[in-house]
């Protein structure tokens, strides 16, 4: 399965794709996950559906530091997953 998400209010400057990244490493998920443009985090994540599910838990707990007002998912076309690899950061470097 694959899944895009939009993570929308205190998300950035405040270490939320550090903790996207770590939650979905430890998960095994691979995708990757981006500041937005408008102030939101992005992400897209594929594996199993428990593992996903995990991951959109730990999305709507947020990191500390941060805010989450709302969550929004989508689901991909299966074969998105071949595009993607070991989970990072976009933009970080």
Do not use: C
Not at 20 to 43: K, S
Not at 53 to 70: F, M, Q
């Amino acid at each position: 399965m694959v899944r895009h998400y939009q993570v929308e209010g205190r998300v950035q400057g405040v270490g939320f794709r550090w903790f996207v990244h770590g939650e979905a490493a430890e998960i095994g998920l691979r995708g990757w996950v981006r500041n937005t443009d408008n102030g939101h985090v992005e992400a897209v994540a594929a594996g199993e559906p428990e593992q996903l599910a995990e991951l959109e838990a730990a999305l709507r707990k947020g990191s500390r530091g941060s805010r989450v007002d709302r969550v929004q998912v989508h689901e991909l076309q299966d074969e998105e997953a071949g595009k993607l690899s070991e989970f990072r950061i976009d933009g970080a470097f």
